[in-house]
T-cell receptor, first 112, second 115 residues
Framework: DQQVKQNSPSLSVQEGRISILNCDYT??????FLWYKKYPAEGPTFLIS?????DKNEDGRFTVFLNKSAKHLSLHIVPSQPGDSAVYFC???????????FGDGTTLTVKP | EAGVVQSPRYKIIEKKQPVAFWCNPI?????LYWYRQNLGQGPELLIR????????DSQLPKDRFSAERLKGVDSTLKIQPAELGDSAVYLC?????????????FGPGTRLLVL
């Protein structure tokens, strides 16, 4: 049973537009959520995170929204740039634990 | 500052052969993680170390996988014997501590192909 799901394997957007990547989770014990970005032949790189006590966290062009009742989070990238083209992983952690459970990733392509 | 270093970057072996992966975490990072990433999937934790102690190895297939982190710095992950299904990318990550807010820094991974 996959506890973190990214239902869209891929997403293509035009440069300058908004990219919205979605993630759903099933384990109500998760209380910390992260997004990672991965380029080919590299390891994932931390992008942004959010605690369950918040519903929004913003860092520059990146904003993560958390809807606890729906067990859903999303990553918004505005404006999207070609360099944002990568695989984006959603991850979740329970309290007091270092273990992250990852989704299968969404490949974002930003077209010039 | 140097990132997480892993070697080798690629490894091709025949099934039933042994294989070992090495990881050097970021200096000062007490927590070290080994993940396995199958094609088209996200990373899955195999084992987590706090200094020298393995604090979470519940997902490590202990019949064929072993890991060690001597002196709480470098770590080695071994598979013996390797099976076809072990083909994957093995990622090492480190963080200052093991708390939920700690950022994990990943190495580039070792891509293993078992023939």
């Amino acid at each position: 049973d996959q506890q973190v799901k990214q239902n869209s394997p891929s997403l293509s957007v035009q440069e300058g537009r908004i990219s919205i990547l979605n993630c759903d989770y099933t384990n109500s014990m998760f209380d910390y959520f992260l997004w990672y970005k991965k380029y080919p032949a590299e390891g994932p790189t931390f992008l942004i995170s959010i605690s369950s006590i918040k519903d929004k966290n913003e860092d520059g062009r990146f904003t993560v929204f958390l809807n606890k009742s729906a067990k859903h989070l999303s990553l918004h990238i505005v404006p999207s740039q070609p360099g944002d083209s990568a695989v984006y992983f959603c991850a979740a952690k329970p309290p007091n634990a270092g273990k992250s459970t990852f989704g299968d990733g969404t490949t974002l392509t930003v077209k010039p | 500052e140097a990132g997480v270093v892993q070697s080798p970057r690629y490894k091709i072996i025949e099934k039933k052969q042994p294989v070992a992966f090495w990881c050097n975490p970021i200096s000062g990072h007490n927590t070290l993680y080994w993940y396995r990433q199958n094609l088209g999937q996200g990373p899955e934790l195999l084992i987590r170390y706090e200094n020298e102690e393995a604090v979470d190895d519940s997902q490590l297939p202990k019949d064929r996988f072993s890991a060690e982190r001597l002196k709480g710095v470098d770590s080695t992950l071994k598979i013996q014997p390797a099976e076809l299904g072990d083909s994957a990318v093995y990622l090492c990550a480190s963080s200052l501590g093991g708390g939920p807010g700690e950022t994990q820094y990943f190495g580039p991974g070792t891509r293993l192909l078992v023939l």
